[in-house]
């Protein structure tokens, strides 16, 4: 008989990289599971429908975007796969508890989460103060205790995690990203409608513009180059994010070089990926993510830039030029005026980009993962922890129960169906 899987994750049209993810893999999935979807409008109904008949396992697809807070009232009710898309939480869980005005949940979430760490440290974020915090205590350790499997896209990562948690079954699943492919003109539209001679050396970055995707400094970089008489050009495809003021803060010379396009669906991305000879997929501070937008740069036959980051060290240098965060703007600089200037290096980097991806990053790599982690997950029993914030197992239903006491209802007696 065909397992049967409930998927919590963001769907579109929701715009989250992991709404596109989900999107891509689970025609892969269905081949060989029965799938049912929760996104944030239909998790309401998971609850009857697992009681009417029980999935063979729960999946998670979790992250630090809102779309996904709705799955943290599922996890330890009923334990499964947990995909970390994001390694350090703390992001996530600090909004929706502090927003909530839980701040008694999130100090004790944030204690067991960081049983080694001062107990007034918790204080720093409970007075809005945020920021750093996030990176240094990641906030995860009550995820992956109480999932049957814990599921990343980097070897490193898992290691880290297995060092944390002995008891944990931790494994790894390749990101993989489809080849997306773009009309014979598409280079030359997006160039004309944008007013970029086809001469022209054109950078792009895509995705949600958030600080840590370095837009600014990217900017700088960019007046770097102009200055010294190169025809460069930005593309910034995506999201404004934080920062919807920098259009209106950069002047001459680099106002006609900028060009912000704003959100794309997903279909419309290879157009902008042929229009570029480079993309700039920086990240920092980073939370262990693997980058999909990067991969799909590289499934189109791109050069890449990107930040020098620990968990992608295993990287082989040839498949992307690094930028060193101990000096970021003089590094970028340097990476951006070497690939504008020098189009074999460019043609050589974009070559060996797509060897890798090719090798390990296709969506059927990440299919054939996710089949050996299901089955893997499906045969793990749940695990028992105890010590948990009262918080994370409370049902919720004591109101429930004090207004139908004098009537001698059994909440679980309904439940129970």
């Given at each position: ?269 290879a157009t902008y990926l042929a229009a570029a000879d480079v993309c700039l997929c920086l990240r920092w501070p980073t939370a262990l993510e693997t980058s999909a937008s990067w991969l799909r740069c590289l499934a189109a036959g791109r050069a890449t830039v990107v930040s020098d ?19 970021e703007d003089a590094s970028l600089a340097g990476a951006m005026r070497a690939l504008a200037a020098n189009g074999e290096l460019r043609r050589r980097i974009a070559r060996a980009g797509h060897e890798w991806w090719r090798a390990h990053h296709t969506i059927e790599a990440m ?51």
């Open positions: 008989m065909t397992a049967r899987l409930a998927w919590f994750s963001p769907l579109p049209p929701t715009r989250s990289g992991i709404a596109e993810y989900s999107t891509d893999l689970l025609p892969h999935l269905e081949r060989r599971y029965t799938i049912e979807t929760f996104d944030e409008p239909r998790a309401h109904d998971f609850v009857w429908k697992h009681r009417q008949r029980a999935y063979d396992l729960v999946v998670y697809q979790i992250g630090n975007a809102p779309c996904h807070d709705y799955m943290w009232a599922y996890l330890v009710a009923y334990p499964g796969l947990v995909v970390l898309h994001d390694a350090r939480l703390h992001h996530a869980r600090a909004r929706q508890l502090l927003q909530a005005n839980r701040r008694d949940d999130y100090r004790h979430e944030f204690w067991y989460d960081h049983p080694d760490a001062r107990k007034d440290a918790v204080e720093y974020a409970v007075e809005g103060l945020g920021g750093p915090i996030a990176y240094f205590w990641p906030m995860r350790r009550l995820v992956v205790k109480t999932a049957r499997l814990v599921a990343v896209h980097n070897e490193r990562v898992a290691n880290e995690l297995r060092q944390e948690n002995n008891d944990a079954a931790i494994d790894v699943i390749r990101m993989g990203v489809p080849a997306l492919g773009a009309s014979d003109d598409a280079r030359r539209t997006v160039r004309a409608s944008c007013g970029i001679e086809d001469t022209a050396t054109v950078f792009a970055a895509f995705g949600k513009m958030t600080s840590e995707k370095r837009l600014i400094p990217i900017v700088r970089a960019l007046a770097s180059l102009v200055a010294v008489g190169l025809d460069a050009h930005l593309v910034v495809v995506g999201d404004m994010g934080e920062a919807p003021g920098l259009r209106e803060s950069i002047g001459p010379p680099l106002a006609n070089r900028v060009h912000f396009v704003g959100y794309v669906a997903e279909d419309a991305v980051l620990a968990h992608t060290a295993d990287v082989p240098s040839s498949v992307a030029l690094r930028v060193d965060l101990l000096n299919t054939a993962d996710y089949a050996r982690v299901l089955d893997r997950a499906m045969v793990r029993p749940a695990p028992i922890v105890i010590g948990l914030p009262r918080h994370a197992v409370d049902d919720y239903s004591e109101a429930a129960r004090t207004r139908t006491a004098p009537f001698d209802v059994r909440i679980d007696d309904c439940w129970r169906g």
